[in-house]
């Protein structure tokens, strides 16, 4: 990992009381379960704390088995925050066909909950202070960036970009079940 990146996965301040007002005002839907597998190689190892509920997620094994798109964020990312609206119509539209995760790159869990209630996006949400689900996915430092993973753990797309609407991402994102 990289020197100089953050070795918190969120503020001190974070406690899960001080968490429980923003949890229950962001009202997640909660972190995938394991899956079918072992999931993708790169993030086998890696575990996060699911902002839903502050339970641990083995990200490779969530992410195991099931067509994922990842996308990567930060509460204070203006971009980020006008996507995340289109992640979530994208996902209503995909179905149980796509898995839409987001991952908060930023300590300050807090915010990103109070950011997600006031946006009204309720998708699973991984707090990765740390920034390892990116750094082992070699996501460029840009966000918002988003990665397609295909039900192998592979990575079909890698979209270091924002997108403006649910059709937008449908279009980049395609359905090659591959």
Request: hydrophobic share 45%.
């Amino acid at each position: 990992t990289a020197m100089n990146a953050p070795d918190r996965e969120h503020r001190d301040a974070d406690t899960p009381a001080a968490l429980a007002g923003p949890r229950q005002r962001a009202d997640l839907a909660p972190c995938p379960g394991a899956g079918d597998g072992p999931g993708p190689p790169a993030l086998r190892g890696i575990t996060v704390e699911c902002a839903a509920d502050g339970s641990v997620v083995d990200v490779a094994r969530a992410l195991a088995g099931r067509r994922v798109v990842l996308n990567v964020w930060a509460y204070w990312c203006a971009p980020c925050a006008a996507e995340l609206p289109a992640m979530a119509e994208y996902q209503r539209r995909a179905g149980p066909d796509v898995t839409v995760v987001t991952v908060h790159q930023d300590e300050n869990e807090t915010a990103a909950l109070l950011r997600l209630a006031e946006l009204g996006v309720r998708l699973p949400t991984l707090q990765d202070g740390r920034r390892r689900v990116a750094a082992a996915l070699g996501v460029v430092n840009v966000m918002p960036a988003t990665v397609v993973l295909r039900p192998d753990g592979s990575v079909a797309q890698m979209l270091p970009r924002a997108f403006d609407s649910a059709d937008e991402i449908a279009a980049a994102v395609g359905n090659d079940k591959g």
